[in-house]
C-alpha cells in the first residue's frame, strides 16, 4: 500500500487479521525518520496488532547518504520491541537487491505467527 500521507488512514481498515507487516522506509528521506517512525509506531500500537511480526526494509541503499540499516532500526526504536518478532533488511528496489531475502524473512515469520495462533 501506499504510503503517503493522503493513504494513511486506510491502513487501520487492513489491520483486522493481519499476520505481517512488511514496512519499507526511505533511508536516504533522512528528515522524515521521525515521521515514518510515528506512523509504525501507531499501526503496531492496537490490540489485533499485538505480537504480529514486523519485516521493515531500509530501502535506497544505494543512495549516498543513506541511513544504514543498523542506525536505521534504532531511529525506528526495533530493539525497544521485546515481544514482537522483527527483522530489518537493507535494500534497493530498483535493482532487487534484498527484496528477495524480505519477503522470505516475512513468509517464514508469518508461517510461526499463524501456527502459533491458531
Ligand atoms: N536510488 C533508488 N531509488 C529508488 C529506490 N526505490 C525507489 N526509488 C525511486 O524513488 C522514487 C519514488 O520516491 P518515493 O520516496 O518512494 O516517493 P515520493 O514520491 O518521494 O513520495 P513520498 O512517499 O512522500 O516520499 C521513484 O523514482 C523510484 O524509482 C531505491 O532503492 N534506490
Ligand atoms: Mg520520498
Known amino acids: 500500500m501506499g504510503g503517503q500521507e493522503r493513504m494513511r488512514p486506510l491502513w487501520r ?9 512488511l ?7 533522512r ?24 519485516v521493515v526494509i531500509a530501502n535506497k541503499q544505494d543512495l549516498p547518504g543513506s541511513i ?4 536505521l532500526g534504532k531511529r525506528l526504536q526495533l530493539p525497544q520491541m521485546s515481544t514482537r ?17 524480505s519477503m522470505e524473512s516475512l513468509a517464514k515469520m508469518v508461517k510461526e505467527y499463524k501456527s502459533k495462533n491458531k
Do not use: Q
Not at 481498515?13 to 507487516?21: E, F, K, P, S
Not at 544504514?68 to 542506525?71: A, I, L, N, S, V
Not at 535494500?91 to 528477495?100: F, K, R
Open 13 to 21: 481498515m487492513y489491520l483486522r487479521g493481519t499476520d505481517g507487516v
Open 23 to 29: 514496512f519499507v522506509v526511505d533511508s536516504a528521506d
Open 31 to 54: 528528515d522524515r525518520i521521525p515521521e515514518a517512525r510515528e506512523e509504525l509506531l501507531r499501526i503496531l500500537d492496537t490490540p489485533e496488532m499485538k505480537n504480529v511480526p514486523l
Open 68 to 71: 544504514d540499516c543498523k542506525e
Open 85 to 101: 518478532p522483527w527483522v530489518l533488511h537493507g535494500a534497493c528496489a530498483t535493482t532487487g537487491e534484498g527484496i528477495c531475502e
